[in-house]
Nanobody, 114 residues
Framework: QVQLVESGGGLVQAGGSLRLSCAASGSIVSIATMGWYRQAPGKQRELVAQVTRGGSKNYAVSVKGRFTISRDNAKNTVYLQMNSLKPEDTAVYYC????????WGQGIQVTVSS
């Protein structure tokens, strides 16, 4: 059973930065498509950023140029560097590993104050 544990969330002022980390059990980070999703109150969960096994990355239009996803296979960890944060980035952020079966972390709150 794969476990994903997010960390690094919290409260930040608009324009600030946060780095989220997702620590995975086992070596799934190196063989799966890893992604970060978010869900704001009253909204559907949406993809924020994704990195494939081969290293290809894609981002939601709303975060492109501000957020960066990266992966450290040796540490079985995926990161989401979030810069120039906006109040509309406020949400619960979830780590996802997709490899035949999709696994989710428990989610972590990110709150951006104006």
């Amino acid at each position: 059973q794969v476990q994903l544990v997010e960390s690094g969330g919290g409260l930040v002022q608009a324009g600030g930065s946060l780095r989220l980390s997702c620590a995975a059990s086992g070596s799934i980070v190196s063989i799966a498509t890893m992604g970060w999703y978010r869900q704001a109150p009253g909204k559907q969960r949406e993809l924020v950023a994704q990195v494939t096994r081969g290293g290809s990355k894609n981002y939601a239009v709303s975060v492109k140029g501000r957020f960066t996803i990266s992966r450290d296979n040796a540490k079985n960890t995926v990161y989401l560097q979030m810069n120039s944060l906006k109040p509309e980035d406020t949400a619960v952020y979830y780590c996802n590993a997709d490899r035949i079966v999709s696994y989710w972390g428990q989610g972590i709150q990110v709150t951006v104050s104006s």
